[in-house]
């Protein structure tokens, strides 16, 4: 009996840690994702186009294909994906966990470990890149403009999220994808609770000098500052 009741006592503690410990991220995110930086930009000739993209609950920042700046092509072709379409000239970088990307087409087809591995940080990550004709803005996609300064960084913070392989390449995940215009990557680092698809998105408009929040795992974090 007395060892029934260690047991009970045990995992009502467990389970109120775990209800507290839920409280308080939700409040921290919460805070945090409505605290504003980079409000202040004072760059001019802000002339290249950025979106900022949402499917819901992932985000991606998509920017020109190539430019005078940076010709993403040249490393990332459009041969890679299964409808090899040379007219599209948008790509759209996401960062994730890579069991969800390549595993987890739908939320039907969630296993626990994958969950598991990804919260905790046990899991690695990929790159996913998506190539688009035209995007039009809505409450989901957001079309920014900003310096030749700013897009430097912020491309070099895309760059340094990609994992390289001995020839300094980036690379390829097999043939990969979830339709006729995408392709995946090797990343570097791991998603976690406090480190999600779009805390990676976030940080990579805090690296452009973008409006973005101090810190979000949402995308409505970062959509709340281009409202």
């Known amino acids: 009996m007395k060892t029934l009741k260690k047991i009970f006592k045990i995992l ?5 840690g775990f209800i507290a410990f839920l409280l308080v991220y939700s409040v921290v995110i919460f805070f945090t994702s409505i605290i504003s930086v980079n409000d202040n930009n004072l ?3 802000k ?3 950025v979106y900022i993209l949402s499917n819901g609950v992932h985000t991606d920042i998509v ?3 190539k430019n005078e700046i940076k010709d993403w092509s040249t ?3 459009y041969l890679h994906t299964k409808a090899q379409d040379s007219t599209r000239n948008l790509l759209a970088f ?7 990307y390549l595993d987890t087409p739908t939320w039907a087809d969630l296993k626990t470990s994958t969950a598991i591995k990804a919260v905790t940080g046990m899991s690695s990550s990929a790159m996913h890149l998506t190539f688009y004709k035209e995007l039009k803005e809505n409450e989901n996609c957001k079309k920014i403009f900003i310096s030749e300064n700013d897009y430097q960084q912020l491309i070099a913070y895309i760059e340094n999220s990609f994992a390289l392989d001995a020839g ?3 690379q390829r995940i097999g043939t990969h994808s979830y339709g006729k215009h995408d392709v995946f990557y090797e990343a570097k680092g791991s998603y976690n609770l406090f480190y999600t698809c779009n805390t990676w998105a976030n940080q990579a408009l805090k690296s452009g000098n ?3 929040a101090l810190w979000t795992v949402l995308d409505k974090g970062i959509f709340y500052h281009y409202e």
């Open 12 to 16: 009502l503690k467990t389970i109120l």
């Open 43 to 45: 760059e001019t000739q």
């Open 47 to 49: 002339k290249v186009p």
């Open 63 to 65: 920017l020109p294909l």
């Open 75 to 77: 490393s990332i072709s």
């Open 94 to 100: 996401g960062w994730g966990d890579k069991g969800f």
């Open 168 to 170: 300094q390449k980036i």
């Open 210 to 212: 973008q409006k973005a």
